[in-house]
């Protein structure tokens, strides 16, 4: 089955700067990879998704990259508030949200 | 407004006491599905549900039952719970069709004694 690693596991920056999360996929058939920011005590929400026939997808301060051929996505965050502390996970399925895994998440810290 | 909720939020029982975790969505989303949270592994799936009566396993379902009898509910059961089933769980809803934002619930924290 689909196996997904994500680093790194935590991530500490100044606000303002930028804040990049990577993840990996194993299952070349998966074709739907979001992103879901976790506040402390709070659910999962999604913030931002790409499909695989897509290289790369943007929504004003956070965007998504796609490489197929190596089987990695990245999450990256430009002038990062403190708000934007959570813990970050990435997905993978090979069918919208069917059979959906998801990376072991990454605990951004934004320093003000 | 439109929301999935569970039920309870705050669950401690205790080894093999059957129990059920409600959860419904009032989106008329046909895609349902249960996540356990635990430390350091993410959110792993445990079922998923793509329409009134079609269910599959996730990742981690070994210990769990569900069933869609009607769209709206997806109640996940624990026939005889015990203790390495302590975990947070989500409930999620989507709409099932492609790029569907998944939608989750408050979460239901399960202390298994």
């Known amino acids: 089955g689909e196996n997904v690693e994500q680093h790194p596991s935590t991530l500490s920056v100044q606000e303002g700067d930028s804040a990049v999360i990577k993840c990996t996929y194993s299952d070349s058939a998966s074709n739907y990879f979001p992103w879901y920011k976790q506040e402390l005590g709070k659910r999962p929400q999604l913030i931002i998704d790409?499909?695989?026939?897509?290289g790369e997808k943007k929504d004003q301060r956070i965007a998504v990259t796609l490489n197929k051929t190596a089987k990695h996505f990245s999450l990256h965050i430009t002038e990062t508030q403190p708000e934007d502390s959570a813990v970050y996970f990435c997905a993978a399925s090979i069918n919208n949200n069917n059979d959906m895994r998801f990376g072991a998440g990454t605990r951004l810290t934004v320093k003000p | 407004e439109a929301q999935v909720t569970q039920n309870p939020r705050y669950l401690i029982t205790v080894t093999g006491k059957k129990l059920t975790v409600t959860c419904s969505q009032n989106?008329?989303?046909?895609?349902m599905s249960w996540y356990r949270q635990d430390p350091g592994l993410g959110l792993r799936q445990i079922y998923y549900s793509m329409n009134v009566e079609v269910t599959d396993k996730g990742d981690v379902p070994e210990g769990y039952k569900v069933s869609r009898k009607e769209k709206r509910n997806f109640p996940l059961i624990l026939e005889s719970p015990s203790p390495n089933q302590t975990s947070l769980y989500f409930c999620?809803?989507?709409?099932?069709?492609?790029?569907?934002?998944?939608?989750f619930g408050p979460g239901t924290r399960l202390l298994v004694l």
């Open positions: 989106m008329n989303h046909e895609y």
């Open positions: 790409i499909r695989s026939n897509v």
């Open positions: 999620a809803s989507s709409g099932g069709g492609a790029g569907e934002t998944q939608y």
